[in-house]
């Protein structure tokens, strides 16, 4: 059987113009480098077939590192690592 998983774009506008012109919403998941549960995550998503095939064709999946990118985890009152939610195109 071949592995799977989610094909995540990094955070930024290109995500949103994909989302935009899919019609598809983006599926962000916020985690940070150092911690060992949120760096596990994405694997975590692809290791149910039917989650990750749900993810890759329905969403837009968007990784941001709360490090690199801390207006994300401000912005959408992330409290903790790893989270996840889902936004509109225009990021609402």
């Given at each position: 059987?071949?592995?799977?998983?989610?094909?995540?774009?990094?955070?930024?506008?290109?995500?949103?113009?994909?989302?935009?012109?899919?019609?598809?919403?983006?599926?962000?998941?916020?985690?940070?480098?150092?911690?060992?549960?949120?760096?596990?995550?994405?694997?975590a998503l692809g290791a149910d077939p039917s989650l990750?095939?749900?993810?890759?064709?329905?969403?837009?999946?968007?990784?941001?590192?709360?490090?690199?990118?801390?207006?994300?985890?401000?912005?959408?009152?992330?409290?903790?690592?790893?989270?996840?939610?889902?936004?509109?195109?225009?990021?609402?």
């Amino acid at each position: 059987m071949a592995k799977r998983s989610v094909s995540c774009r990094e955070w930024g506008r290109g995500a949103f113009d994909e989302s935009r012109s899919t019609g598809k919403p983006v599926f962000l998941v916020v985690t940070d480098l150092w911690s060992e549960a949120a760096s596990g995550l994405p694997a975590a998503l692809g290791a149910d077939p039917s989650l990750c095939t749900l993810l890759n064709t329905s969403f837009v999946p968007v990784l941001a590192d709360s490090a690199r990118h801390p207006e994300v985890a401000q912005r959408y009152g992330v409290p903790g690592v790893p989270s996840a939610c889902l936004l509109r195109a225009d990021g609402g």
